[in-house]
């Protein structure tokens, strides 16, 4: 624990070029020639690679680089040193201010560099590149999107789509195919993307003989559904008439179906996640994330045993990102001793762990967001909360007196309205003067009223919100909700308006999402799906509820530092914070929608070093 509230900075990984004589620089240029007999063409990348400094100062000739800093939003160059943005501005003004002991210069057209003596080495991004902050996303699931890579469902277009992935699969791992007491586990389906929009059965495996009496587990996109076969049904033996908090789907004559919603979901006998099998879904994870630009994540649901990962990866210097993990044990007594407090822990310093993750509801996709009044298609439920009222509030408050942020999926509007209770209760009853010190968020909070819109503003509650969620459900949800309830839902510029901190964190929740946060950034600024369409054509879906650019990329960085306490740190390309920016191929702040998605990220850097791809 004496690392904690430490902050690391990392020593040189290059020798500044101005340490390097000028001959003894010529020296190595005429080594590299030699002994690597490069072309014209490969010596400049390699000369980049060989010389690029801790030091160094990137601009933008055309001023795109979008700081997120109120005082000066875009800017020529940033100067980093180290880790750490040391300076911001117009380079003539960065070189005024830093030129004190500088007594050379060389430039290397062929590498567009200038290399300078103490601090502004020039590095200029490619004509019509822009520069932005590091992206977070502010709610994902690091894990489970190792996992659900392995056997990817989504996109299927019917239950016989799927049992041709899970056949496939099968014959391409020929220890899988030659042992049928292996379990076959995978995620991404989503009934309502399928003719009939039903739920699948057990007995859709058993058709497929390649399948039958095999143990076979399928998560359903949005995480709150399984579907199991029909040996794993056997192996559950007797099952409970009802499960509080979830649901067994059953025949009219009272038998399972093979679909288990929610809480019911922890009947399966799954076997457990070794430590090895972990640690591969998380680098696929940090690969898949690093090419898209992300530099820091919110796990939103991290077990003990998960967080016994990320603490040896973050001790030996291997977590190539930050991670803000909120603490999970599924149980309604108190748990709050079983998950380690972190605060800038590890080699890096980029992991932390000060909050926890907590659960209202279910999903809308699987009928188990809890409402305030029946379903439209479904009218025999309203959902279901996951826990009593009384019981998350117990442990709502007795987290808050432990000083955890406390962080809880809502959906349904009844969901939300409970939570606000909750909180409210803890905030003006308990008399907490200083809210910026607990911080609490709903996480997704879809679906509410309109007078709980206003009270999560009034309170000063953070709304955590995916804006590929109200994408993808678009094209269900009126059929789910009803045309009225359906006004107030998804409302990310009214919840923005209504904040009083101005704060809306922006996340995906991938792997229920693609983890590209462009993907969100397009959907909070164009309520499109990603061929350009909506329920609504193409001017989106609800486009009151658009969020500008400006408010997107906040969200996405600024807004979400805020939410995970790092805002003086991390969020804005502002001198005295981390060196943590992304380098994209085009304008996203100007380009027309339908060009947001083909944006490439050329570079994604970490603590001042490039983490992916190049200056």
Known sequence: M?????????????EPLANVSTNRWWIVLLVMLTSLSLTASEFGPALVAFFVPRDYTLCSRSRDIYTVDENQP???????????????????????RWSEGRQSKLCLPVVHRCLFRGTLNIIHVKPGSIIVPGLADAHAHVL???????????????????????????????DIRDDSSRWIEGMGWDQTKWPGAQFPTANDFDREPLLRGRPIALVRVDGHASWVSSRVLESMGELPDEVEGGSIVRYANGKPTGVM?????SLIPRPPLSESRAR????????????????????????????????????????????????????????????????????????????????????????????????????ETSGFMLSTPQALAALVKQFWKDGWQVNIH??????????????????????????????????????????????????????????????????????????????????????????????????????????????????????????????????????????TRAQALKGMTLDAAYASFAENELGSLTPGKKADFVILDRDIMTVPFSEILSAKVQATVVDGSVAYGSL
């Open 2 to 14: 004496s690392q904690l509230l430490r902050k690391t900075k990392d020593e040189p990984k290059y």
């Open 74 to 96: 875009r800017v020529e160059c940033i100067a980093v040193r180290g880790s750490w943005i040391l300076d911001a501005g117009d380079q003539v003004d960065i070189q005024r």
């Open 144 to 174: 489970e999107y190792g996992f659900k890579m392995q056997l990817q469902l989504d996109g299927s277009k019917s239950i016989d789509e799927v049992i041709s992935r899970l056949k496939s699969y099968i014959e391409a791992h020929p």
């Open 261 to 265: 919603v929610d809480n019911a979901i």
């Open 280 to 379: 591969e879904y998380f680098d696929l994870t940090m690969k898949d994330a690093l090419a898209h630009g992300l530099t820091s994540i919110h796990d939103a649901d991290s077990s003990p045993e998960a967080l016994s990962l990320f603490k040896k990866l973050a001790e030996t210097g291997k977590l190539p990102i930050r991670l803000y993990a909120m603490g999970n044990v599924k149980s309604d007594d108190y748990w709050g001793s079983k998950i380690p407090r972190l605060l800038h822990y590890g080699k890096h310093g980029r992991l932390n762990v000060r909050s926890v993750k907590l659960y209202a509801d279910g999903a809308l996709g699987s009928w188990g967001a809890a409402l305030l009044a029946p379903y439209s298609d479904k009218s």
């Open 410 to 547: 809502c959906i349904g509007d009844r969901a939300n309205k409970v939570v606000l209770d909750i909180f409210e209760n803890i905030l003006e009853g308990h008399g907490v003067e200083n809210l910026s010190e607990w911080r609490p968020r709903i996480e997704h909070a879809q679906i509410l009223q309109v007078r709980d819109l206003e009270r999560a503003g009034r309170l000063g509650v953070i709304m955590s919100v995916q804006p590929t969620h109200a994408t993808s459900d678009m094209w269900y949800a009126e059929s789910r909700l009803g045309p009225e309830r359906l006004k107030d839902a998804y409302a990310y510029h009214t919840q923005l308006q209504a904040s009083s901190s101005k704060i809306l964190p922006l996340g995906s929740d991938f792997p229920i999402e693609g983890v590209n946060p462009l993907l969100g950034f397009y959907a909070a600024v164009s309520r499109l799906s990603v061929d350009g369409e909506s329920p609504h054509g193409k001017g989106g879906w609800y486009p009151e509820q658009r969020l």
